[in-house]
């Protein structure tokens, strides 16, 4: 699987961005079979979870620091994923990445096994 993420930019604090992780897979049915998150590292930090949606979008789960704020999504019918992040902080400036894995947990950066190039948000205060 390969992942192109995109949308990122510079944005004021209190301003949203979305973000899209487009997947080349076969049919939506193969896409529907991976779990997909975003991850997000900032300069001198660890690479961090932020969200990941499984089992076709029926489950989502979210970081403590973006619950209420961010929204993680995915059309199958584009093989594509979506971050919606609003109410954005100066604190959430960092490069996203997308992430693709059979796991059902999702949370470790360990369980990816694909990963797209990394997108930067900056958010200035």
């Known amino acids: 699987v390969q992942l192109q993420a995109s949308g990122g930019g510079l944005v004021q604090a209190g301003g949203s961005l979305r973000l899209s992780c487009a997947a080349s897979?076969?049919?939506?049915?193969?896409?529907?079979?991976?779990?997909l998150g975003w991850f997000r590292q900032a300069p001198g930090k660890e690479r961090e979870f932020v969200a990941a949606t499984r089992w076709g979008g029926d489950s989502t789960d979210y970081a403590d620091s973006v619950k209420g704020r961010f929204t993680i999504s995915r059309d199958s019918a584009k093989s594509t994923m979506y971050l919606q992040m609003n109410s954005l902080r100066p604190e959430d400036t960092a490069v996203y990445y997308c992430?693709?894995?059979?796991?059902?947990?999702?949370?470790?950066?360990?369980?990816?096994?694909?990963w797209g190039q990394g997108t930067q948000v900056t958010v200035s205060s």
């Open positions: 992430a693709a894995t059979t796991a059902l947990s999702g949370r470790r950066t360990i369980e990816y096994d694909y």
């Open positions: 897979v076969r049919t939506w049915r193969t896409f529907d079979r991976y779990t």
